[in-house]
């Protein structure tokens, strides 16, 4: 069945590939890109692109009508280390967009959302290791602050007004195609570019930092899985657990070095240091592999791999 896609924030880390995964499942002409700013040459070529403040509501509506839309993807935030820099623009850009998308679907103007949430949602008495999907959340940043009233949103949206809205709470994401935009986890990124550049990368965390991670290409098959999910399967209306991997700056760095010996790390820890100090180190996502099917693909040897071998040309 045929159906339109609008992306909001769709040049950014996740945005980006997520409109080429969705624009070769559904069509090119199905999937409309939109941002604040244009995106990669790919991108802008590939397929419809609107210049769109997903905090305007008028204008999100004309889009929203002009293309039929029936599914909006609202990926535009503000990430966790930009967001401790000016808390009431982080928290006026992710709630607004999302009262917004869900204030559209409430008046049947769109049949489906979907909006990600973040291990962020937990705080420094959330248990740390194997946390819950349900458990103590009291989130420290503003991100997280941002992250887990959208969760409530989201969920009354959906028992109050039938919204049919899905969510899943990502980990740190690792990509090569695009870069990060001001997150906890950028390091895992920034740490492949500076081995191949210099040999040598000064990490923002310390060395024995776990987090959880997640190759992009896992995150993608995600979204694009639990979008595709029969409504009554998708239990969890708040957001979604969900995990790959979980490693530390040392763990990683050892990783790169059995593929470039002589690569040095050092650590010089900063203010993101506090912030993933608040979060878990690993998650239980059974919730999601029980409702939908969820598993990985990637974890730490193989996304090494890939993003070492498509870094380097
Ligand atoms: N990248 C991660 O590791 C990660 C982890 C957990 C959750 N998330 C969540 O996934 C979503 C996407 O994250 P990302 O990493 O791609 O972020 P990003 O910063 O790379 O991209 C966000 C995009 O939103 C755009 N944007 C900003 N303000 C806008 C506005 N008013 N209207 C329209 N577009 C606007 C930006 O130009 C940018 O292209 C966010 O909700 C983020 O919180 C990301």
């Known amino acids: ?68 839309i029936d599914e909006v993807y609202l990926m535009a935030a503000m990430l966790s280390a930009t967001a401790e820099k000016f808390p009431e623009r982080a928290w006026n850009l992710n709630m607004n967009s999302l009262f917004n998308v869900l204030n559209l ?8 959302i979907f909006w990600p949430s973040s291990i962020a949602v937990f705080g420094p008495n959330t248990p740390k290791t194997n946390t819950p999907q349900n458990t103590i959340m009291e989130p420290s940043t503003v ?46 990124v920034e740490i492949y570019h500076k081995a191949l550049a210099e040999g040598a990368y000064g990490c923002f965390l310390n060395e024995d930092t776990k987090l959880p991670m997640m190759f992009m290409d ?59 100090d608040s979060w878990p180190n690993s998650i239980d996502d059974s919730k999601a592999r029980q409702d939908w099917g969820w598993e990985p693909d990637f974890d730490l040897e193989k996304t090494t791999k890939v993003m070492l071998g498509n870094l380097k040309t």
């Open 105 to 112: 679907a409430k008046d049947k103007k769109i049949k489906k």
């Open 143 to 188: 991100y997280g602050i941002s992250k887990q009233s959208g969760e409530r949103w989201c969920d009354y949206y959906h028992h109050k007004f039938g919204v049919d809205v899905r969510s899943l709470r990502y980990p740190g994401l690792i990509s090569w195609k695009t870069q990060p935009g001001g997150g906890t986890t950028d390091y895992a």
């Open 218 to 276: 896992d995150a993608i098959k995600a979204t694009q899985q639990l979008m595709a999910t029969e409504a009554e399967k998708v239990k969890v209306r708040s957001s979604y657990n969900l995990s790959a991997m979980s490693f530390s700056p040392k763990e990683i760095a050892q990783n790169i070095k059995e593929h470039i010996p002589e690569f040095e790390i050092s650590y010089k820890p900063d203010f993101r240091q506090d912030i993933a």
């Open 1 to 68: 069945m045929h159906k339109s896609i609008l992306i909001l924030g769709a040049c950014g880390q996740i945005g980006t590939e997520l409109t080429f995964a969705l624009r070769e499942t559904y069509g090119n002409e199905s999937v409309i890109a939109s941002d604040i700013r244009e995106g990669s040459e790919n991108l802008m070529d590939s397929g419809s692109f609107e210049l769109l403040d997903a905090t305007d509501y008028d204008v999100l509506e004309e889009v929203v009508a002009y293309y039929e």
